[in-house]
């Protein structure tokens, strides 16, 4: 019987002596001679060892250079060595050092409070990092946190330290009034509009015309601006898009409206719009060989009016402006905590689009120098085409114009309520979002940690980090660098910001 192993097993063998495959007998005999002598060696030095007999000493090469040391100017003797210099950038030297935190943005801007990472004061200014920063492409913020993390007080302490280096901040939405005394602490202007309150805003106002524009070419831009606001208040009360005979419909009774009251001298209001639609026989007559019934197609639009006059906002923007807008003041914000308590938002979308166009004269101005625009809890206005598209157009041209905006809401989420995807309202809230060089995210619930990532980009520690944030620390993403940034208040501004006063 063969007990020899396998071919494939007989590769090679361990055993205290190596002997390869293929090995002859005399020469594995040989090899374990050697062993065993070898062996033997060993054990008899290990006993003369403990028996006392010292083991003979090797002896030391002999050194290089003599005690005294290395001979000649090079020479290390006295603490006089001498090297060449070496010049390198700092970029180059941070190789020696990697991974410790972030180099910063910079000591120009306004002060946010202290970078958690690298220990060091946090300053951010948009204007100033346009051109500056790679990738930063606009000014416009994004604020995103879940309630009682601290955004709100972010947000006004940004705008307060702002008015020292000279901007203005406009508020054309405060629903919850938060916003009115820090613009009564700077100086500025509060208007508030609600049922009862004696403010008025006529969106109809004409802004002042530019030295550098024709009067022919401004009033055609201010026709154009009407134009696109009625429409924008048609769409909100319908919740459609017009059809062609209502865009002719409202095209001509702006143009009777403003007939009408320029021969009075005065400026047209949205009652003198509403009155031309409730006339169909002025509108067929106005619109001329014009094929179809102007009167019958604004029937819809007549009673969409109508709200804005007679309905739950009547008295609000009906009427001539109490207010004159005064684009040296510090600050000016729209107080309509008054709307949009019983859960409908449509009244206090409409009296925001109203208040953002009553502020374009401010806006449009390209000598007005650098402005904040503040849209506070922006997630009411997500569902609202209209107002989306006009919010489009102002993120678009903000570069153009001066302006910063900032956009505060609770959830990225909120986004997504803007519409289905591949719908038109989905797609103009990414674009917003898109617009914005500067993301600054607050703590976020776990539910929402993947909607975020997904929209914002984040990688796995970005998005670990986000769901253990402390009150006032957030996520600042800047043009893709990251930061962890703790916002550090003053107290008089603790106190000016408190919100949850009437919780204590």
């Keep these: 019987m063969n007990h020899r192993p396998a071919r494939r097993a007989r590769r090679a063998s361990a055993s205290p002596l190596f002997t390869p495959h293929g090995t002859d007998r005399a020469s594995r005999k040989a090899g374990r001679r050697q062993l065993a002598e070898a062996a033997a060696k060993a054990r008899a030095e290990a006993t003369a060892h403990s028996a006392g007999t010292a083991p003979a000493e090797h002896k030391m090469p002999a050194p290089l250079y003599p005690p005294s040391g290395r001979p000649g100017p090079a020479s290390a003797r006295g603490n006089r060595l001498r090297l060449p210099a070496h010049r390198m950038t700092t970029a180059i030297a941070a190789g020696a050092y990697p991974f410790l935190a972030e180099g910063g943005l ?29 990738g930063f492409t606009n ?15 972010l947000a006004k302490s940004f705008a ?43 969106p109809l106002d004409a802004a002042p015309r530019p030295e550098s524009i024709s009067e ?15 429409g924008s208040l048609a769409r909100t009360v319908l919740g459609r898009d017009l059809m062609p005979m209502e865009h002719t419909a409202l095209d001509v009774a702006l143009d009777i409206a403003v007939t009408k009251a320029a021969s009075t001298g005065r400026t047209p209001l949205l009652g003198n719009v509403a009155a031309a639609l409730n006339d169909p026989a002025q509108l067929d007559e106005a619109a001329g060989t014009m094929a179809g019934h102007l009167g019958d197609a604004a029937r819809d639009l007549a009673h969409a009016m109508r709200r804005l006059v007679h309905g739950d906002l ?23 905590s008054r709307l949009g308590g019983s859960g409908d938002d449509t009244a206090l979308v409409l009296a925001m689009t109203c208040a953002s166009a009553w502020m374009e004269s401010a806006l449009t101005d390209p000598h007005g120098g650098r402005r904040w625009i503040v ?10 085409v209209g107002l989306l598209q006009r919010m489009q157009a102002q993120w678009k041209l903000s570069r153009g114009l001066g302006i910063a905006n900032l956009m505060v809401i609770h959830r990225l989420s909120d986004l997504l309520t803007a519409g289905d995807a591949g719908s038109q309202g989905r797609a103009l809230a990414e674009g917003l979002l898109a617009d914005c060089s500067t993301r600054i995210i607050y703590r976020q619930e776990t539910d929402q940690l993947h909607a975020a990532a997904a929209l914002l980009g984040l990688t796995s520690v970005e998005t670990e980090a986000m769901a253990h944030l402390n009150r006032g620390r957030g996520l600042w993403k800047v043009a893709g660098r990251s930061f962890i940034v703790q916002h550090l208040l003053h107290p008089h501004e603790l106190q000016l910001f408190d919100t949850d006063a009437r919780l204590r």
């Design 106 to 134: 910079g000591a120009e801007g306004i002060y946010i409070g202290q970078d958690v990472h690298a220990q060091a004061s946090f300053v951010f200014d948009p204007f100033a990092l346009y051109g500056r920063v790679e």
């Design 139 to 153: 000014p416009n913020v994004l604020l995103a946190g879940v309630i009682g993390q601290g955004k709100s007080a």
């Design 160 to 202: 307060l330290r702002s008015i020292a280096f000279g901007y203005r901040v406009y508020v054309p939405c405060d629903p919850k009034g938060e916003w009115t005394p820090v613009a009564q602490a700077l100086g500025g202007t509060s208007v508030a509009l609600g049922p009862g309150l004696p403010g008025r805003l006529n």
């Design 216 to 230: 022919a070419d401004w009033e055609s831009e201010i026709r154009k601006r009407r134009l696109l606001l009625l």
């Design 314 to 336: 009547a008295g609000m923007f009906d009427a001539p402006s109490t207010v004159r807008f005064d684009p040296g003041a510090p600050m000016l914000t729209i107080d309509l």
């Design 375 to 384: 849209y506070d809890e922006a997630w009411r206005l997500m569902r609202h």
